[in-house]
């Protein structure tokens, strides 16, 4: 196991009562981190002021929002252009507050794209600015390094090869672990969850994981529930639970009584944990969802797909042979990947079925997650708040 780059509890810094925060979520994956990052500082600064645009989560902590992440919630290069007006008309907006009524600090989670311009001008003000998530310079886009050293002070690692890649081009990180990590334990209850959510104890269960984001669902709900059909059809007895949002909620339960399926599906609003602790495998869209599975110890068949254009120009610059996060982290083809064209159903269902008929590789795969699991549990919260207030004291 990974050993922190600082505690707070062996290195203790005096913190100042009051902090003025600015911070920016732009998705669903991000409020999450964020939320988490909120509950280690305003332990560390009692009487935090913390706004900006987030979540639900973030705005559980006492985040004051001024525009929901769901706003900036976008995929693709594509998209990011059919709605650039509207994304940049609230990070200018967002940059005159600032600069009229400076923080003490500004966090960018994730949404680097963002993040690092408003970062940039903050940090040319004299702002201290933190990035909470490495853009993934070692997977596409490497170009992204100078705006990086650039725009932002620190940036806190989710991911343990991160620090020492971005030192080697002068920006300073930590290793902050990632915040599911301390989240999830490391033993998920699966009856627990399954009686949580009203579901059988007894039937195989897969879950339906087609993303967040509105664009991830119409890519992906449609062909996710059409494998769902058909894994149904071989196993009758086969049982089905798909977490959603409230935005989200009507079109899927539209596609699944369009499929027949309005028995078959059981749909939840939130409750992705206790989704990914109750299943048995995992169907799932590429991105933080892969990596909560893994560390529920859940096998997963991952999917991706995306407008056409989007996926010609990131495939392009993409620099790894996998776009999953638990392939990525542990170096190797551990759960199949199907992406773009390869998103059929009939290819989906029998890699699903395949995990259910294979128990020896399902206990292989869980120590796999096992070690992984450890790696990355850090106490991010406490950690990050730490690496935050060496920031705060130079």
């Known amino acids: 196991m990974l050993t922190r780059s600082g505690d707070p509890s062996l290195n203790p810094v005096e913190a100042s009562q009051g902090l003025k925060l600015c911070m920016v979520a732009a998705e669903r994956s991000g409020d999450m981190l964020a939320g988490l990052l909120l509950q280690g500082m305003q332990a560390h600064w009692p009487q935090l002021d913390a706004s900006g645009i ?17 706003e900036l919630s976008v995929r693709g290069l594509v998209e990011a252009l059919w709605r650039y007006r509207h994304i940049n ?8 507050q600032l600069l009229h009524s400076p923080p003490d600090l500004f966090v960018g989670v994730d949404a680097s794209d963002f993040n690092l311009p408003v970062e940039r001008l903050l940090r040319q003000k004299g702002v201290p600015t933190v990035q909470l998530v490495c853009p993934s310079i070692w997977a596409w886009r490497p170009e992204r390094v ?42 998920p209850d699966r009856k627990g969850a399954r009686e949580s959510l009203g579901l059988s104890s007894d039937a195989s269960l897969v879950a339906l994981l087609p993303g967040s984001r509105l664009s991830e669902v119409k890519a992906l709900a449609l062909p996710f529930l059409q494998a769902a059909k058909l894994m149904r059809q071989q196993r009758p007895g086969l049982q089905f639970v798909l977490p959603t949002h409230a935005l989200l909620k009507p079109m899927i339960e539209a596609t699944i009584a369009s499929l027949g399926l309005a028995q078959v599906v059981h749909v939840v609003l939130g409750r992705s944990h206790e989704v990914q602790a109750a ?39 993409r620099l790894l042979p996998w776009v ?3 392939n990525i982290l542990c170096n190797e083809s551990l759960v199949p990947e199907f992406l773009q064209e390869q998103v059929q159903p009939q290819l989906l269902a029998d890699a699903v079925l395949k995990w259910l008929d294979d128990p020896s590789a399902v206990a292989k795969i869980q120590q796999r997650f096992a070690d992984l ?17 060496k920031v705060l004291s130079r």
């Open 54 to 70: 987030g979540g639900p989560q973030m705005d559980a902590q006492g985040f004051v929002s001024g525009w929901s992440c769901d």
């Open 89 to 96: 008309g609230i990070r200018q907006t967002l940059i005159q």
């Open 146 to 187: 100078a705006k990086i050293r650039d725009s932002v002070d620190h940036v806190l690692c989710i991911y343990p090869f991160e620090p020492a890649l971005l030192e080697q081009h002068g920006i300073e990180g930590t290793f902050v672990g990632h915040p599911v990590a301390d989240v999830i334990p490391m033993l």
């Open 279 to 317: 299943c048995d495998v995992a169907l799932v869209a590429s991105g933080t969802a892969t990596l909560e599975t893994a560390l529920h110890k859940r096998p997963m068949v991952i999917a991706y797909k995306m407008q056409w254009l989007s996926w010609q120009i990131a495939n392009r610059k």
């Open 373 to 389: 699991h450890l790696q990355l549990r850090q106490d991010m919260p406490k950690v990050a708040t730490y690496a935050i207030q």
């Open 324 to 326: 999953g996060l638990p």
